[in-house]
């Protein structure tokens, strides 16, 4: 019999790499879309013939609740978020409708339709904020910084209350900062990348940005989908982080997308107090020690490679005036 998943959040980045993910492994995949006045397909569109779409939101416990049912899933991943920090200050509370509230939608749809369907939460390493230990583990207690990693805490308990109040198999990835030539174009890396396109191709000379001082761990978000896979196979739920071990400031990262492109940072990159936080996080360095043990699960793609990939990626995209 082939396993069913549903997957909110299809049409964003690691929906449309859990999908390929999937429907490699030989599930029945449904994506929940909410309605747009536009098609928002260009993640999946090459997956378009092997998907089935419903209409749905995490604004909705009805429609949420209406696809569980018709659809029986084994598996239920909540990948849909609100997940653009800045846009989480001029907007809290529908942050909290959609990260936190909109958790607790899925999982009561999930605990009324069949508890016993695996559910995946996407939580999110902005929870640490500013750290209280480095690297970050599972055990690192919570310090957000934003509305939105205030939301994902909530999402994450949420989560682990589930479980233990109802025995679900719910669990949280804690994941760190993934990137790829899908990711949206207000993010650093693939405004990075996109801007050094831009300038290698004539189409702009400078880029602005806000603070080169930040640091990140960055993964690639095909390595990532395999461990939100990972985590629901296993025979007790836990709850993982997510990560790379290895992080770099934002400078380095210009400097790397730079530097590929054979292009010198220096002379076009400009610093803006618009792109500033009203509060930063400055360092991310997570340590998946248990996912590496638990779910044999370890990255493939490395910073450096990633760069290469995301920075190739916008210049054949725009050559082709796309
Ligand atoms: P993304 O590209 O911004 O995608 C977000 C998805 O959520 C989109 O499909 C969006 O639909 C959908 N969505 C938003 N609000 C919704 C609602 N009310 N009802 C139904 N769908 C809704 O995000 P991502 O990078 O793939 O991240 C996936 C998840 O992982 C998010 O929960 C994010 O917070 C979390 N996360 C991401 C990272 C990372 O580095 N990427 C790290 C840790 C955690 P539309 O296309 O209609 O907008
Ligand atoms: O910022 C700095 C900025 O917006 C990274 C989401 O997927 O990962 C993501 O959140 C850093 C920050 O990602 C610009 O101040 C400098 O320190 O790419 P970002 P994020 O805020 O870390 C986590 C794990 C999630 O869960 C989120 O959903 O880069 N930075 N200059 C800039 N950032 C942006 N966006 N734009 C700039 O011009």
Known sequence: MKKRAIITGITGQDGSYLAELLLEQGYDVTGVIRRS????????????????????????QLSLTKIIQEVRPHEFYNLAA???????????????????????????????????????????????????????????????????GVSKVFGHYITVNYRESYNMFAVSGILFNHESPRRGLEFVTK?????????????????????????????????YVRAMWLMLQQDQPDDYVIATGVTHTVQQLVQEAFGHAGLDWQKHVK????????????????????????????????????????????????????
């Open 37 to 60: 006045s536009a098609p928002n397909f260009w993640r999946i569109q090459h997956l378009l013939d092997r998907i089935t779409l419903r209409p749905g939101d995490l604004l909705d």
């Open 271 to 322: 610093t803006d107090p618009a792109f500033l936080r009203p509060a930063e996080v400055d360092l991310l360095i997570g340590d998946a020690s248990k996912a590496r043990t638990a779910l044999g699960w370890e990255p493939k793609v490395d910073f450096r490679q990633l760069v290469a990939m995301m920075v190739d990626a916008d210049v054949a995209r725009l050559s082709q005036g796309r």
């Open 191 to 223: 405004k990075v990348t996109d801007g050094v396109a831009r300038i290698k191709l004539g189409l702009a000379d400078t880029l602005a940005l806000g603070n080169l001082d930040a640091k990140r761990d960055w993964g690639f978000a095909g390595d």
């Open 82 to 148: 609100m997940s653009f920090v800045p846009a989480s200050w001029d907007q809290p509370m529908l942050t909290g409708e959609f990260n936190s509230q909109g958790v607790t939608r899925v999982l009561e749809a999930v605990r009324q339709v069949d508890p016993s369907i695996r559910i995946y939460q996407a939580s999110s390493s902005e929870m640490y904020g500013r750290v209280r230990e480095v690297p970050q583990t599972e055990l690192t207690p919570f310090y957000p910084r934003s509305p939105y």
